[in-house]
């Protein structure tokens, strides 16, 4: 899939949670490998903050992120609404030092997205895939969210209040594509016992009833409860009747979990790329939400790339035999058993690395090591049936070196590895010209890299 960005721009606007002051949100679309970046246009010099895990700076009733002295809050629910509806690149101008809350949930966000619609852009998506179980911890509040391997991007989520109204909920999301449905209405909530704590730390100062749950189970004296009600500019409420407090019923029993769930994609979305993979969430929070986030933000940066994921037990788009129908080489010298992924822009191919290859006979017969040359050359095979898929008949064409740059090697490779090549082109294909780089991998390593030029004639 291609990378999206919005086709057009839009703006909301209203009240910030915490501050309380009236505050506009422009999204506009921006270009490949963007990311997610928020402007303070209040703030001299107009600072940009990149939407990444490494940039949150507090999770108290919202995720907070800064650089320096400028900081933008609540940033969640935009997030959520921008990631769930594939948008890979935007830029949020922001007027004030939060995004406004609107209803408390997601809705207007993703409402707005899909009204102005998406636009695809030049280059593929880069997933982020789970291949292993991620697994963080907060044993002080019992807060655990584990990550494993999936096809999609799915979320389970418990939640448990010491509550008589709130207690054990749990929602789940298995299709990003349901988001709108199922999540995105789902509103932010506090507990009444919170609210005094929360305003003298000089929070939800824009906090009322229309813009969040507010349950109320722990009693109070009529005056205490009357005296919050002032402090917030909301109705008077029966000391005695517990409960929500919202003339606005929910929208679902579970709604409160469901916006746990909605916060936690909001969360996710710092890892800067679409995620792959199942979270499975007990009593989630900001805070450690954004933990996980850094946890794998980590490991993006450390990897630099990931190996693609290769499933032996799915059925390859090329066989050895079709790739033979394909490609001119035989053997000794055809380097490429299976395509496992293809697409215009890239392509993905699998070689096992046998003791019975003929050139371990002499490099080296003590220490077998597959020449690097020969990985060179193999890479080249699979992005040869990538620039052959651009055109009919492509049994009568051949691919021809003519340029190898900025080769290196980082490990070698030997009898037992099995190979998996990542080929992309790097400039559109002209006039039977490719410029391609590769990569090959063994397990999670980068074995070999190169960037080459390669030109496909019609044989004789």
Not at 75 to 97: F, Q, S, T
Not at 258 to 276: E, N, S, V
Request: hydrophobic share 40%; glycine share 8%.
């Amino acid at each position: 899939m291609k990378q999206l960005t919005l086709k057009g721009e839009f703006t909301v606007e209203g009240k910030g949670l915490h501050t309380g002051a009236h505050i506009k949100a422009t999204f506009l679309p921006a270009p490949d490998n963007h990311g997610y970046k928020i402007q303070r246009t209040d703030v001299e010099g107009e600072p940009i903050i990149d939407a990444l895990a490494e940039n949150v700076v507090a999770t108290q009733r919202g995720t907070v992120i800064g650089k320096g002295s400028v900081t933008i809050s609540t940033i969640e629910h935009a997030m959520a609404a921008l990631y769930a509806c594939g948008v890979d690149n935007c830029l949020i101008r922001l007027d004030g030092p939060e995004i406004p809350i609107l209803d408390g949930s997601a809705k207007p966000f993703f409402e707005a997205i899909m009204a102005v619609g998406l636009q695809e852009q030049t280059l593929d998506k880069e997933y982020y895939y789970i291949k292993h179980k991620v697994e963080v911890c907060n044993a002080e509040t019992g807060s655990k969210l584990m990550v494993l391997p999936d096809d999609e991007f799915s979320l389970d989520v418990k939640v448990n209040f010491d509550s008589s109204v709130l207690a054990n909920q749990y929602a789940t999301l298995d299709h990003i594509d349901d988001f709108g449905q199922e999540i995105a209405w789902s509103r932010t909530f506090v507990f009444v016992r919170d609210i005094e704590q929360l305003l003298h730390a000089g929070l939800i100062k824009g906090g009322d009833l229309d813009n969040a749950i507010v349950i109320y189970e722990n009693p109070k004296s009529q005056a205490e409860l009357d005296k919050l009600a002032d402090m917030m500019g909301v109705p008077h409420h029966n000391a005695t009747d517990y409960g929500y407090l919202n003339t606005v019923p929910l929208h679902a029993p579970n709604e409160p979990a469901r916006h746990k769930l909605l916060d936690l994609i909001g969360d996710i979305a710092l890892i800067g790329r679409p995620l792959k993979g199942r979270i499975i969430a007990t009593r989630p929070g900001h805070n450690i939400n954004t933990q996980l986030a850094k946890t794998i933000r980590a490991d993006i940066k450390h990897l630099d790339v990931q190996a693609p994921p290769y499933n032996p037990n799915k059925e390859p788009l090329m066989d050895n035999i079709t790739i033979r129908h394909h490609l001119p080489h035989r053997y000794p010298m055809l380097l490429v058993d299976k395509i496992i992924d293809k697409t215009d822009n890239y392509i993905v191919g699998v070689k096992n690395v046998t003791t019975n290859e003929p050139f371990f006979q002499g490099h080296f017969p003590q220490e077998p090591v597959m020449p690097g040359v020969l990985l060179v050359e193999a890479m080249a095979q699979t992005g040869g049936l990538l620039v052959l898929g651009a055109v009919e008949e492509p049994e009568r064409y051949s691919t021809y070196f003519m340029k190898i740059d900025n080769v290196k090697f980082r490990q070698k490779v030997v009898p037992g590895d099995t190979l998996i090549f990542h080929v992309s082109f790097m400039t559109p294909m002209r006039r039977g010209m490719a410029v391609m780089k590769g990569r090959a991998f063994v397990g999670e390593k980068v074995v070999c890299e190169c960037e080459f030029m390669a030109q496909i004639i019609k044989n004789k």
